[in-house]
């Protein structure tokens, strides 16, 4: 008898305690998970600069110049680096409605129901919509000059700075796992 009691309890505490650990971890996301969101939404980005400040920028700029073939290394890898960005998005629009003290459970439901590839058209006009309004004309020329100066770095490299650089600046929303055991005490 005290088995058939016994056995299902320690199953349900193996169960509570696998999905509390995977609450837990709901709560971060991974530095390769940012660097993958970051060579996933760096053409998204160039795009939307080249859009809106087609008027502001120099004839011979970088953009002009040798933009193409910058942003050409992100577009390469964009295909390998969306599952990675999508976690990401999930885990960031989940702290959003934790934040606001709502459960969005329509958007959940509809992401965790369509399939990845098929949000993929709706993530990139959305994203690059967000971006472009977010672009002040003034800033135009401070943008292409950072670009200029990242462009010497491979596109990996890119993505794993912005993602160290995330993990630095102590980002919350949503905020950097620890992938050192030893900094997760400090």
């Not at 969306?82 to 990401?88: C, M, S």
């Not at 004309?137 to 200029?148: T, Y």
């Not at 990242?150 to 630095?168: H, K, R, T, V, Y």
Request: charged share 20%; hydrophobic share 45%.
């Amino acid at each position: 008898m005290t088995k058939r009691v016994v056995a299902p309890a320690l199953a349900i505490v193996a169960l509570a305690t696998a999905n509390a650990a995977h609450a837990q971890q709901q709560d971060c996301v991974g530095s390769a998970d940012l660097g993958d969101t970051v060579l996933y939404a760096m053409p998204i980005a160039y795009d939307a600069v080249s859009t809106t400040c087609a008027r502001q920028l120099k004839a011979d700029g970088f953009i002009a110049r040798d933009g193409g073939a910058f942003i050409n290394n992100f577009r390469a890898r964009q295909d390998s680096a969306w599952p990675g960005a999508f976690r990401l998005l999930k885990t960031f629009m989940a702290q959003n409605n934790a934040e606001k003290g709502k459960s969005d459970a329509d958007m959940t439901a509809l992401l965790s129901a369509l399939p990845e590839e098929n949000l993929r058209p709706f993530v990139d006009g959305l994203v690059g919509q967000m971006i472009a309004k977010e672009i002040k004309p003034d800033s135009c020329g401070k943008i292409e000059r950072g670009m200029e100066l990242l462009s010497p770095l491979p596109a990996d490299n890119l993505a794993g700075l912005m993602a160290f650089i995330a993990e630095i600046a102590d980002i919350k929303n949503p905020s950097i796992c620890s992938a050192d055991p030893a900094a997760a005490k400090n």
